[in-house]
């Protein structure tokens, strides 16, 4: 018996240092440095532009060593139809980011940006957002069509905005959903809907729109991954802990 927990232990502790693969579908490490071009480590060819062409323009976010970093105004990456050939029934959404708000007398003007998303072809929002609304409460959360996440449990001042945060989304059809920060398991979906519908549109970092200025991003992104599966609490924490380790090596803090 001993022994076997001893083996279990040693197996808990080696997972912490690799990312989980099941199921991957792309991987951005936000590390290039610079280039038009978002490179997708999964394998699977989903590179992201920055912008909107082939060349630089200024809706390009600036490459820094932790990372890109959006205006707020117009920049953005474009990924495409990546969700198109996924399945409609499950997945897992994440990203690493840091918000930059703006202040007004001391106090964290009311904003709201989208880290990760687009809209299907029923108009209904998916993704990861921040948002802080007219009470300087704090809304970081995500979307599946008709379904919100909302984690707002404090005054937008008592948030550290110094250091990156993780957010993840998972959902299974039907079945369940939940919602992730700094690798801790937040709340499920308010509503929870039959279906989701891989957007025709354009998924984006930095908003979730092509044609819309409202909710545009200010701040850094620094990682991001898309599933095509529910990751459970134990991987979930498991590739936190990982992106922890990984991208202290390149000066981000992640919480």
């Not at 440095?33 to 920055?50: E, F, I, T």
């Not at 205006?71 to 990924?79: E, H, R």
């Not at 939940?178 to 970092?205: C, E, N, Q, S």
């Amino acid at each position: 018996m001993k022994l076997g927990i001893g083996v279990n232990l040693f197996k808990r502790q080696e997972q912490k240092g690799i990312p989980v693969r099941d199921g991957l579908v792309a991987e951005y490490r936000f590390d290039e440095g610079r280039g038009q071009v978002l490179c997708d480590y999964s394998g699977k060819g989903n590179h992201g532009r920055l912008g909107s062409s082939r060349l630089a323009d200024t809706n390009d976010p600036l490459w820094t060593p932790e990372g890109l970093q959006f205006d707020g105004v117009d920049d953005y990456v474009s990924l495409g139809t990546v969700l198109r050939s996924m399945p409609t029934t499950e997945m897992t959404v994440g990203a690493i980011w840091k918000y930059t708000p703006a202040y007004e007398d001391g106090l964290i003007v009311p904003d709201e940006g989208d880290i990760f998303g687009s809209y299907n072809v029923e108009s209904q929002p998916f993704g990861l957002f921040i948002k802080i609304d007219s009470f300087r409460k704090l809304n970081i959360g995500g979307s599946i069509s008709r379904g919100y996440i909302y984690y707002m449990d404090r005054l937008a001042e008592d948030f550290n905005f110094t250091v990156y945060h993780s957010s993840v989304l998972t959902y299974i059809k039907g079945i369940s959903s939940a919602f992730y920060i700094d690798g801790t398991y937040i709340a499920p979906l308010d509503v929870l809907p039959d279906i989701i519908i891989p957007t025709a549109k354009d998924i984006r970092f930095g908003c979730n729109l092509p044609d819309r200025d409202y909710a545009v991003f200010k701040g850094n992104i620094a990682f991001a991954y898309i599933y095509n599966r529910a990751l459970s609490p134990e991987e979930v924490l498991q590739n936190h802990e990982w992106s922890k380790v990984e991208l202290a090596k390149r000066g981000v803090i992640l919480e």
